[in-house]
């Protein structure tokens, strides 16, 4: 007997309460190393730990949970994912917190477009709407025409589309890939990179910097595995408000800790990204479902 409605639905809640104070606490902990440590010591601290946290299920699982059919796509996904994170990091240290994640909800805008070109998914009605107010979104924030845009602005962007563009190859590996291979080799894969390009810009980190380091690896794993048991527990159209609500508690901590304001154009702009995305997930998970064939 399916689980009842609402108990679900709290679950729900519940977890994507982790997600929401995974990447609020992580924001923050990168900010509190940014002085004093390169992004690329920060990327492989997050590779570290993954890694870690990543091969401790095989002692159970065994190698074959890990076996991949497309290692060159597996390695093209996290030269994307790894672009993406060291984008999200500078951002982080270049712009006010509410403005970082309002950008990084264009993420699904080019998700859409990147699906429908290489991987033949067609461009609905409801994904259109999500394009065009995600842009219409982008440009609030941005302002363009109203002073040059920032550095920072750019970066996230590029962030965003990095992101978007790792969502799509996961999308096409998940047809032949495990998603303990997919987890897997996303840590491993960016361990050496990560290894060669923080030794190139080496700091020894001291006692209190070590600490943030392994809190921002143990809460990127975190906040990605506490958002994937919530979409378990309940619809997107449940889930994504929840997601949401990351904006208003960056803003917050954003003001309390750093004094940040947030910006009449950044509310309203990532308030017109996020009804695209909804507006879209609410249609899509409307749509009937095939019936299942009769028995034999």
Known sequence: MPAPAQPRVLLAVLWMTGTLLSFTVMAVAIREVADTMSVFVILAARSVVGAILTAIPLLWLGLGAIRTARPGLQLARNIAHMGGQAGWIVGVTMLSLAEVFALEFTAPIWTALFATIFLGERMTRARAVAVALGFAGVLVIVRPGFGAVSDGVLIMLAAAVC??????????????????????????????????????????????????????????????????????QADATVVMPLDFMRLPLIAAVGFVLYDESLAPAVAIGAAIIFSGNYYSVWTETRQPRQPAPAPD
Not at 208 to 215: I, K, M, Q, R
């Open 163 to 232: 992101f978007a563009s790792s969502v799509t190859m996961v999308k096409a590996m998940t047809r032949t890939e495990t998603t303990c291979a997919i987890v897997f080799y996303m840590a491993w894969i960016q361990l050496p990179p990560g290894l060669v390009l923080a030794a190139l810009d080496w700091t020894p980190p001291d006692l209190v910097e070590t600490g943030w380091l392994a809190l921002i690896g143990a809460l990127s794993v975190s906040a990605h595995y506490c958002m994937t048991r919530a979409f378990t």
